[in-house]
């Protein structure tokens, strides 16, 4: 069975010297794949259990006997993997935590573990149309070397001797292109607003795409310091198209995702 994946077009990065071509590049050496069946889910689950519970220890090994982590958000949630074509190996996940809509008044995870103090911001939004970007991570294996001025994940590790130089440099894509699909879900499942706990590096990184989350409480400490923000998806893509148009067609693949069937942009 072909599987429902996204490929970046080509385009240039203005500050990416790789031959002018890193996003054809990217889309050659991966491919965003919905976590649409079980036997993808229990991928997602996997790889998460690999970063959060054994990489970086967020979460404690022994409630995962099954070496899967998940969590009650995950039955209304939206997830992706990118995948590694040469090896075939999941290098990243990311889901999208929507409205239970079993239970519309819901907290969301951010919500249980974080101070909210933004209230007046928060009562206008209308909550079957808020979501929240969670469990983005991408494996020890794809992340590029520390200190590297590209690299929007870090990690002491050098990459293996497997990953050819052109691929080990498209690595610091692979964020860009999980919040890629927390787009492509948003715009399809009508999430206008979404949440995220921002950790401050990652905070200041994504600004520096145009991608202004705007703090909605203290820093706390939530696997590890992070803000909780919030930000309007439309007011990301239109502050991005702005600051960095090739970005912009990377998180909207050539603006293909803002079609999206019954998503009106102007209701909020």
Known sequence: MKLDTYSIPPLQLR??????????????YFEMVPALSDALKHEVYKLRYQVYCIENSFENPDDYPDNLEFDEFDEHSVHYLIRHRKSGEYAATVRL???????????FPLEIHCEIDNIAMMQL????????VSRLCVSKAFRKRKNDPQ??????????????????????????????CTVKASYENQ???????????WFRLVSALG??????????????????????????????????????????????FLQAKHYNSQQY
């Open 191 to 201: 999430i206008h607003y979404s949440y995220g706990s921002m950790e401050p590096p």
């Open 151 to 180: 690299a929007l994940v870090t990690n002491d590790s050098d990459p293996q001797d497997f990953f050819s130089l052109d691929e080990r440099r498209t690595f610091s894509l692979i964020s860009v292109a999980l919040i890629a």
């Open 97 to 107: 935590i929507l409205p239970d809509a079993n239970n519309p008044d819901k907290l």
């Open 211 to 256: 991608i202004n989350f705007k703090k909605i409480g203290p820093l706390v400490d939530y696997h590890g310091e992070r803000w909780p923000a919030i930000i309007k998806v439309t007011d990301m893509i239109d502050s991005v198209a702005k600051k960095n148009p090739d970005i912009w067609h990377l998180l909207t693949n050539n603006g293909a």
């Open 15 to 28: 500050d990416e010297p790789l031959a002018n071509n890193s996003i054809e590049a990217f889309n050659g």
């Open 125 to 132: 939004i209308d909550r079957q149309h808020l979501g929240e």
